[in-house]
């Protein structure tokens, strides 16, 4: 990873810090970069195949992995801005909403419980014979033995719920609406291809929250779409699109 300077501590940073050093080099020190991360729950800057080829690929550049996630955005920066320099308007809507939503919690399985106490048991009493063992087996204690938490809620409360802030921002023809989800790359499509706005930016992790997976990738497994990895489940993704889509609408029509 780079290494950023922050005060007198040098800290390990991430392609943004890349994206920024290239970006301001530019367009000029004063440029503020931002990032925004969109639903991406289930993809990664990291590959998972193909890795021979794209080593070759910057082996034949002379770039890191960092370098090469960097320049790719440094690249569709350019061109947009390229693109879109001379499109100015100083007159356009601002319009916010704010809505906190009462979804639906993933419901634990009797049996996602019994494996989840029988793991979380296990590093329990890994940790009490050897302390040294709780850097590794702490994590896991945790993360599974919050599943029988869960499992044990549900028993006096069948139909648990999770409170989550969304907004939805209009800024002339484009939107931007956040939630606080790693959410499913399909729930970020649904919300853009309903929606009334020319563009749609679809922002997650603004605010703690889980993997929020699509029925499909619950169905299929996989650490991010198991029920450790999530607090709100398929049904209650599909309820903050149809909400979210419903709040870009009033903007539109209140702009009327």
């Given at each position: ?189 649904r919300m853009q291809a309903r929606s009334k706005a ?18 499909k990738a619950k169905a299929g497994g996989g650490y ?33």
């Open positions: 990873m780079a290494q950023e300077v922050e005060g007198d501590t040098v800290v390990d940073a991430d392609y943004w810090h890349a994206v920024r050093v290239k970006l301001k080099k530019r367009f000029g020190p004063d440029l503020l970069v931002m990032g925004w991360i969109g639903a991406a729950g289930d993809q990664s800057p990291h590959l998972m195949y193909r890795k021979a080829a794209e080593e070759r690929m910057r082996k034949f550049t002379n770039t890191t992995r960092i370098d090469a996630i960097a320049n790719r955005i440094v690249k569709a920066v350019e061109e947009a801005h390229e693109t879109v320099k001379n499109d100015r308007h100083s007159n356009v809507v601002l319009a916010h909403k704010v809505e906190t939503l009462t979804l639906p919690m993933r419901i634990v399985t009797e049996s996602e419980s019994i494996e989840s106490r029988k793991v979380s048991e296990e590093a329990a009493a890994k940790i009490a014979a050897d302390p040294k063992s709780a850097a590794s087996e702490h994590v896991k204690m945790v993360w599974y033995g919050d599943v029988v938490k869960r499992f044990e809620m549900q028993k006096t409360n069948p139909n648990p719920t999770h409170d989550t802030e969304i907004h939805i921002i209009r800024l002339g023809d484009i939107v931007i609406c956040t939630n606080q989800f790693e959410l499913f790359t399909d729930f970020g499509l020319l563009q749609t930016f679809v922002i997650q992790l603004a605010g703690p929250g889980t993997y929020l997976p699509t029925a991010s779409a198991v029920c450790q990895s999530n607090t709100v489940g398929p049904e209650g993704g599909q309820i903050l699109v149809d909400r979210t889509v419903k709040l870009i609408d009033d903007l539109w029509q209140d702009a009327k």
